[in-house]
């Protein structure tokens, strides 16, 4: 996996199963593209994301406080996922 920046912060409608709700999520960036960090998790010392959504960068728009953005799509839970 390659190296994540993550020190901002993300507005996003969370869809887990048949509830919705707003959450705050770590905003990073995976080769360039921006990710939601729904967990992280600690590999022989290293923190790298568990659990993660793709987001479209023309959905996302910035928010108060400087370092926060809203996500106006939907992030769904990976158990929700289909294969």
Do not use: H, Q
């Not at 390659?2 to 770590?26: C, P, Q, S």
């Not at 290293?46 to 370092?67: K, M, Q």
């Amino acid at each position: 996996m390659a190296a994540i920046e993550a020190a901002r912060r993300v507005y996003v409608r969370f869809v887990y199963g048949k509830t919705a709700m707003r959450r705050v999520l770590d905003l990073g960036y995976i080769d360039g593209k921006p990710v939601a960090v729904v967990s992280w998790v600690n590999i022989g010392g290293i923190t790298t994301p568990g659990e993660y959504a793709e987001l479209d960068s023309a959905l996302l728009r910035p928010s108060v406080p400087a370092g926060c953005y809203w996500y106006d799509g939907e992030v769904v839970a990976s158990a929700n996922k289909r294969s």
